[in-house]
Nanobody, 123 residues
Framework: VQLQASGGGLVQAGGSLRLSCAVS????????LGWFRRAPGKERAFVAG????????IYRDSVKGRFTISRDNAKNTVYLQMNDLKPEDTAIYYC?????????????????WGQGTQVTVSS
């Protein structure tokens, strides 16, 4: 499976960005998908996940109420809408395919990754 992330950029605190991740090579509607991020000097960390049926979503505590993960099965794309961005959201954001929903927060249980897209939030 191949993933292509896009939509990153430079934004002021309080602003918004929408990340996209186009997926190919697998039946998209069968995939559990997640977004992770790697901030400078830190390990890659879970941000949000969505199950294959578009029924369940889950978020890290620090982005709840600000970020929304969604998917469009017709476009084979998963999105991360990020509102009220903060400088601490600055990171490279990666989309990935999880082995299954119950493992969506576990980095080592991801089978495939996109190349990452840089998000920089200025104060």
């Amino acid at each position: 499976v191949q993933l292509q992330a896009s939509g990153g950029g430079l934004v002021q605190a309080g602003g918004s960005l929408r990340l996209s991740c186009a997926v190919s090579g697998r039946t998209f509607s069968e995939l559990t998908l997640g977004w992770f991020r790697r901030a400078p000097g830190k390990e890659r960390a879970f941000v949000a996940g969505i199950d294959e049926s578009d029924t369940l979503t889950i978020y890290r505590d620090s982005v709840k109420g600000r970020f929304t993960i969604s998917r469009d099965n017709a476009k084979n794309t998963v999105y991360l809408q990020m509102n009220d961005l903060k400088p601490e959201d600055t990171a490279i954001y990666y989309c990935g395919v999880a082995q299954e929903w119950r493992l969506v927060k576990i980095l080592s249980k991801y089978k495939s990754w996109g190349q990452g897209t840089q998000v920089t939030v200025s104060s």
